[in-house]
């Protein structure tokens, strides 16, 4: 089953420029996490937060989260070359066993 | 801290043979997770244990998938027989525990059955 939804599936930016990437989901959650994946590997933790929370930050990251709303958004701010990669939002299922579902993800690239 | 490892890297197998995929948590982690990626279905959730016990497998395609937790420190997640359409690549993830804690991933075993 599919909860997350990210919006856009991709985006090109230039390096220097913020990048911004959404994630809709459907059930009600205890957290959200954002993940990171670079081509070949496995995903990366980035951030989480819990359903009580709004914002949180992690160096170049930012993320919002709206309950109300069911979605999430992720920002990275002064995009480097590096940043390249695909990205990833998970939630745990509120009832019952609380495992944590990805969504399709965001591929995002960094034109130097 | 190794993180966690997964072996082998690449699988390349024929129709009908039995795969073994293997994963070392990290030490001291409770939650341990198979997830399998594709570029169609995107990252699925097969099977997670909670302290070697496996909680919820609904996610296990059919009979051929099974997996099992005999320690903390090992899991196995075999298909027998494989198929073509069980080409993908298998993550391992574990984490301190259920809930709110982040996964931590293997790089993954890219299978392909020819």
Known sequence: SQQGEEDP???????????TMNCSYKTSI???????????????????????ERE???????????TSKKSSSLLITASRAADTASYFCATDEFQGAQKLVFGQGTRLTINP | DAGVIQSPRHEVTEMGQEVTLRCKPISGHNSLFWYRQTMMRGLELLIYFNNNVPIDDSGMPEDRFSAKMPNASFSTLKIQPSEPRDSAVYFCASSLYMGNSPLHFGNGTRLTVT
């Open chain 1, 9 to 19: 599936q991709a985006l090109s930016i230039q390096e220097g420029e913020n990048a």
């Open chain 1, 30 to 52: 205890n957290n959200l996490q954002w993940y990171r994946q670079n081509s070949g590997r496995g995903l990366v933790h980035l951030i989480l937060i819990r359903s009580n």
């Open chain 1, 56 to 66: 949180k930050h992690s160096g170049r990251l930012r993320v919002t989260l709206d």
